[in-house]
Nanobody, 120 residues
Framework: QVQLVESGGGLVQAGGSLRLSCAASGRTFSQYAMGWFRQAPGKEREFVAAITSGGSTNYADSVKGRFTISRDNAKNTVYLQMNSLKPEDTAVYYC??????????????WGQGTQVTVSS
């Protein structure tokens, strides 16, 4: 059974940093893209960042220069380092595994989400 478990969320002041982790189990994901999405209350789930099996990365314009996605295939884990956080980054963050892309539909497996709250 495939399982993705996020961790690292929490409450942080604006300008602070958090590092999210997503550990995958149930199969080897080294050949798949891994991504992060977020969903704020009343809004649709949106793309944040993705990393291909080869290590190429892609970011939403809103997080470029502030967030960094990385992966450790030996640990089946993807990370999201978030710096210079803003109140508008407040959301539930989800990791996902699937094909390369920015759309929700190209990802097959999802974690349960971790809350990130940025206070002003």
């Amino acid at each position: 059974q495939v399982q993705l478990v996020e961790s690292g969320g929490g409450l942080v002041q604006a300008g602070g940093s958090l590092r999210l982790s997503c550990a995958a189990s149930g199969r080897t994901f080294s050949q798949y893209a891994m991504g992060w999405f977020r969903q704020a209350p009343g809004k649709e789930r949106e793309f944040v960042a993705a990393i291909t099996s080869g290590g190429s990365t892609n970011y939403a314009d809103s997080v470029k220069g502030r967030f960094t996605i990385s992966r450790d295939n030996a640990k089946n884990t993807v990370y999201l380092q978030m710096n210079s956080l803003k109140p508008e980054d407040t959301a539930v963050y989800y990791c996902a595994v699937g094909a390369t892309g920015t759309g929700v539909s190209v990802y097959d497996y999802w974690g349960q989400g971790t809350q990130v709250t940025v206070s002003s």
